[in-house]
Nanobody
Framework: QVQLIESGGGLVQAGGSLRLSCTAS????????MGWFRQAPGKEREFVAA????????DVADSVKGRFTISGDNAKKLVYLHMNNLKPEDTAVYYC????????????????WGQGTQVTVSS
């Protein structure tokens, strides 16, 4: 059993900031890649950001590059999504995802998912 627990979502005014957190736990689980996806109403789930500790690089989607950053602690299986200068179009359910293998920008690249946390940005 693997659990991903997200926190930090909420309501924020446009231009504001939020920090999402995600922790992964499991008896034999070793997170090599952890990241974030989001899904807005009527839209498909899309990649936001991920960090691959095995490769040692972070990947951030163009739609949020320059505003969002990802950081974490591999030993603690912890990732943050720092969201700055939020816009109404950032409103979505944000999902934490993890993989014991190399990650990807596709949903199929991740075996474990959190329940999602709602981020709402008002104008």
């Amino acid at each position: 059993q693997v659990q991903l627990i997200e926190s930090g979502g909420g309501l924020v005014q446009a231009g504001g900031s939020l920090r999402l957190s995600c922790t992964a736990s499991g008896r034999t689980f070793s997170a090599r890649t952890m990241g974030w996806f989001r899904q807005a109403p009527g839209k498909e789930r899309e990649f936001v950001a991920a960090v691959s500790w095995r490769i040692g690089v972070a990947d951030v989607a163009d739609s949020v590059k320059g505003r969002f950053t990802i950081s974490g602690d591999n030993a603690k299986k912890l990732v943050y999504l720092h969201m700055n200068n939020l816009k109404p179009e950032d409103t979505a359910v944000y999902y934490c995802a993890a993989s014991s293998a190399s990650g990807a920008r596709t949903i199929s690249g991740y075996a474990y998912w959190g329940q999602g946390t709602q981020v709402t940005v008002s104008s």
